[in-house]
T-cell receptor, first 113, second 114 residues
């Protein structure tokens, strides 16, 4: 089955700086890579996703890059704001099946004022 | 307006009891899921279900069973609760043709087994 590694587990950045979270996956059949943001006491919320036929996708201050050859994908957040503080999860899947979305272990992003 | 709602938000119970968690989605989605988040925040799928088939992750004990009275609901029944079942359980749904993609999650049910 798929295995997703996520780093770092905790990331503290100054407000206004950029934050980068990195993930690697093991299954070359995986073709969909979402990122979820989870605030305290809430469920994960999809913030951006990318498919394997695309190398980069951007949505305002967030962007995701994918390197299929190296099986790496990353989340980039620019001009960080206090409301970006949360736990971020990367995930991977090859589509339907019993394994569902395989999640990384999460990154606690702390924005320092 | 809540897209995926689950009840109760908190559930405290004794070992050996049987309990249920309810989930409803008003997004018109075809597939619903149950995920478990342990104390280290690790998220893992338990079930996915649409009107055609139930897919069960092989690691889920048969004490757990999903029940879907209709397309908008997927409830989770747990028999003979054990201490290790303590976790946060999330219901989710996804649009037609997007199995395991673009999931919308509920706000979770924190289950504590004493």
């Amino acid at each position: 089955g798929e295995n997703v590694e996520q780093h770092p587990s905790t990331l503290s950045v100054q407000e206004g700086d950029s934050a980068v979270i990195k993930c690697t996956y093991s299954d070359s059949a995986s073709n969909y890579f979402p990122w979820y943001k989870q605030e305290l006491g809430k469920g994960p919320q999809l913030i951006i996703d990318i498919r394997s036929n695309v190398g980069e996708k951007k949505d305002q201050r967030i962007a995701v890059t994918l390197n299929k050859t190296a099986k790496h994908f990353s989340l980039h957040i620019t001009e960080t704001q206090p409301e970006d503080s949360a736990v971020y999860f990367c995930a991977a899947t090859s589509g339907g099946g019993a394994d569902g979305l395989t999640f990384g272990k999460g990154t606690h992003l702390i924005i320092q004022p | 307006d809540t897209a995926v709602s689950q009840t109760p938000k908190y559930l405290v119970t004794q070992m050996g009891n049987d309990k249920s968690i309810k989930c409803e989605q008003n997004l018109g989605h075809d597939t619903m899921y149950w995920y478990k988040q342990d104390s280290k925040k690790f998220l893992k799928i338990m079930f996915s279900y649409n009107n055609k088939e139930l897919i069960i992750n092989e690691t889920v004990p048969n004490r757990f069973s999903p029940k879907s009275p209709d397309k908008a609901h997927l409830n989770l029944h747990i028999n003979s609760l054990e201490l290790g079942d303590s976790a946060v359980y999330f219901c989710a749904s996804s649009p037609q043709g997007a199995s395991n993609e673009k999931l919308f999650f509920g706000s979770g049910t924190q289950l504590s087994v004493l």
